[in-house]
């Protein structure tokens, strides 16, 4: 019933910016948290941000301060604003919504974000 598509990656040089977006549809559903993971080849997928539907966040350590997660509940849409970009972020980063009356977890396809020093 969650379809999940991500836009807004790409190439950046380091010390650079980019917005992700990724907005949900196709649901009846409330969904209750939204945010966003990341993985590299031979790594697991690790949480990048995530957001309530209240709009509590919660952050990896390694982007505290350098990254802000926001969603705007009327367009079913998270954005993840990434500043002070590194080469260590260079990942494909994907989308996540949790519906938890039903316990349903829901994936993008993945967006490819590159960070050049």
């Known amino acids: 019933q969650v379809q999940l598509v991500e836009s807004g990656g790409g190439l950046v040089q380091a010390g650079g910016s980019l917005r992700l977006s990724c907005a949900a549809s196709?649901?009846?559903?409330?969904?209750?948290?939204m945010g966003w993971y990341r993985q590299v080849p031979g790594k697991q997928r690790d949480l990048v941000a995530r957001i309530t539907r209240g709009g509590t966040p919660t952050y990896a350590d390694s982007v505290k301060g350098r990254f802000t997660v926001s969603r705007d509940n009327a367009e079913n849409t998270v954005y993840l604003q990434m500043n002070s970009l590194k080469p260590e972020d260079t990942a494909v980063y994907y989308c996540y919504a949790y519906v938890a009356r039903f316990s349903f977890d829901y994936w993008g396809q993945g967006i490819q974000v590159t960070v050049s020093s």
């Open positions: 196709g649901s009846i559903l409330t969904i209750s948290d």
